[in-house]
Each structure stands twice: as C-alpha cells, then as structure tokens.
C-alpha cells in the first residue's frame, strides 16, 4: 500500500478536530459522567476511572461475551440518548468494564456529534470495518455482535434516542 504525505497530513489534521471537538464538548457540558468513567479535565491532564479495556476479557466465555456485547449495546443507546456516538465502533479497544461491570467508552477522541453524520456510518456498517470486528471477535461471538449491532445500528434507533437539540 502506498501511502501519499498529503493523505496522512489529511488525516492527523481530522484526528485533531475530532479530539479538539471532544476535549470542548465533554469539558464544557453535561452528560452522565459514568458513561465516560467519570472524565475529567484537570491541571495535570485527563482522569478517568480504572477499567478493564474489553479486549482483555473477551473471547473466553460465550455466555460473558454476550453480556459483555448486551452492555455495550446499552452503552452506545445512552451516548445516543445524550447526543454523541463513537463512530470507530471498535468495541474491545475503545470501550472497558468499569468497576460496576458496566460498559463505558474509554475513548473519546473518536465520536461523533452529528446525527447526520452517525446515520451516514451505520448505513455503511462502519463498524464491519473497525479492527476488533475483523481480528479480536470471532466464531459465536462474532455472530452475536453482529446480530447485535444489525438490531442496534439503524438510523431508526438514531432518530429514537438521539436528543432533538444537542
């Protein structure tokens, strides 16, 4: 593969927006701490709670790595409900287990404040391309997420739970 300075330069140019995006919304507004492992802005830098990132637990018990899937699930409706979405949709590296064993989003660099824009990802099942869909998540497990998310991902579920004015 050829890679093309101009592209690259292209690319850390969008990362940038998109986490400049994030630092100015999470720090200036409110949502459910929790749903962030209670993020914070500090003098010394960004706080979140310990968790353990997915990708350290799944694929060693089905019946978990449902549960596990389930409260991610929930996880991506209340982001929604709150007027965000990651949109990597990389589930066992984005997301962990907080203390509670609920599922939260570790990073948020990478989401998304337009509905637009996250309706445009989901009709494109832009998470069948993220790295955990195609080399963490395998077998059973793979069939459930799948599942999961073809139930979950719609832009139906999007204008549901998506606040009208964010």
């Known amino acids: 593969m050829v890679f093309f300075p101009w592209i690259i330069s292209k690319r850390i140019k969008k990362a940038d927006k998109e986490v400049n995006e994030s630092v100015k919304y999470f720090s200036t507004l409110e949502y459910p701490k929790k749903l962030l492992g209670n993020l914070e802005f500090t003098k010394k830098g960004i706080v979140q709670d310990k968790v353990i990132p997915i990708k350290k637990v ?22 929604w409900k709150v007027g965000f979405s990651d949109r990597i949709f990389n589930f066992t590296v984005n997301n962990g287990i907080g203390k509670n064993g609920e599922v939260i989003l570790m990073d ?29 998540i395998f077998g059973k497990t793979k ?16 204008e549901k739970y998506w606040p009208a004015k964010v």
């Open 58 to 79: 799944i694929m060693k018990n089905f019946g978990e790595d449902k549960r596990i899937i389930d409260k991610f699930a929930k996880c991506v409706i209340n982001c």
């Open 143 to 158: 069939r459930y997420y799948d599942e999961k998310m073809e139930k979950l991902l719609t832009p139906e579920n999007v």
């Open 108 to 136: 948020f660099g990478e989401v998304c404040f337009s509905k637009g824009e996250i309706k445009k990802d989901i009709l494109k099942k832009r998470w069948k391309r993220s790295a955990c869909y195609m080399f963490k």
